[in-house]
């Protein structure tokens, strides 16, 4: 039995803690909260402020894992240079942490040192630097803070107006404390996609299916897989994320997005670990969920293949106002219709759009995704969270 630091416990977290169950590995869920979702899952949990160095430094003394695995953003990545060095395993690596946990890494290893085809884009670290990216990269363009996740803090500048609102915004919804944004020009894209792309210590890296998926206020709402795409268009993006990957180093799975559109296939973003929009493979489209492949890929099982198994969506299950008890009218609607599934992720506490729950639906290879996804989108919309 292997002993895994989780360093963020929400709801991709408890997905990966399930896995790890049935395989009889330890998981120790760490999170600046209790009760998070992957704590009701896991062997044992701490509660402590993952920016503070010295805790987190105190936890991997404390349980002297064998993996120490990130699920999200607001960690202190750069200690995990020192735990390699002290024999601990970082998942996928440090230098994958580190680059992908900060927008402006990621974007100039992307951009600068692979070549790949991504936005024009600028960094700001004031409203006044934000107000000359945009100057230099034109509207409409995006604004994302450096340090951010579910598209918090994310928005699209039109008019001079939103300046200095997309700003203050920036700053509401980054994680860390790193004041600093990306300003990309609008990318005229056709559709957006995520592939799943799993490296292993031994062995080749394998891809899954593309997914597509439609975002609002910056959050996923709805995914499916497979995503239509052209061959060419996939192999490209194939080919970007080997690259990408390749140059990071370490195993595990990767949520690398693109955007697809006349003029060809763009780099958007990395995520190296689980991906939510990746939610969708909770429907058995695959031979194994994204949270099964992360684990096996983390413990140094082989993935011979990913297959897929029959077509699904998902979609999120959203909050409708404060409570610090939130229930769920509705539910029975969703466990009634055929070729249909949910997940409740047991956040403890409610707010307006926090996502609470997932909808996932499936048919045969032979039926229409549009279809598949239109039933995911229509039951999550009967489900109510209030006090």
Known sequence: ???ILLLGAGELG????????RLSQKVIAIDSYENAPAMQVAHEWEVINMLDGDALDAVVKKYNPDYIVPEIEAIRTERFYEYEKQGYTVVPSAKAANYTMNRKAI??????ELGLKTAHYRYATSATEL???VEEI?????????????GKGQSTIKSQADIEKAWNYSQ???RGDVAEVIVESFVNFNYEITLLTVTQREGETL???PIGHRQERGDYQESWQPATMKTNHLEAAKDMAAKVTEALGGAGIWGIEFFVGNEGVYFSELSPRPHDTGMVTLANTQNFNEFELHLRAVIGLPIPEITLERKGASAVILAN?????????GIEKVAAAPKSDFRLFGKPTSRPYRRMGVVVTYGNLDKDISEITERAKNLACKVKVLS
Do not use: H, W
Request: charged share 25%; net charge positive; glycine share 4%.
């Open 172 to 174: 509401e919804g980054s």
């Open 107 to 112: 974007r100039d290893l992307a951009s600068k």
């Open 321 to 329: 106002d404060f409570s610090e008890n939130p229930n769920f009218y």
């Open 131 to 133: 107000k000359k990216a």
């Open 14 to 21: 408890k997905e990966f803690v399930i896995a790890a169950q």
């Open 1 to 3: 039995m292997a002993t």
């Open 138 to 150: 034109g509207m409409p363009c995006v604004v994302k803070p450096l340090m951010s996740s579910s």
């Open 207 to 209: 891809f899954c299916p």
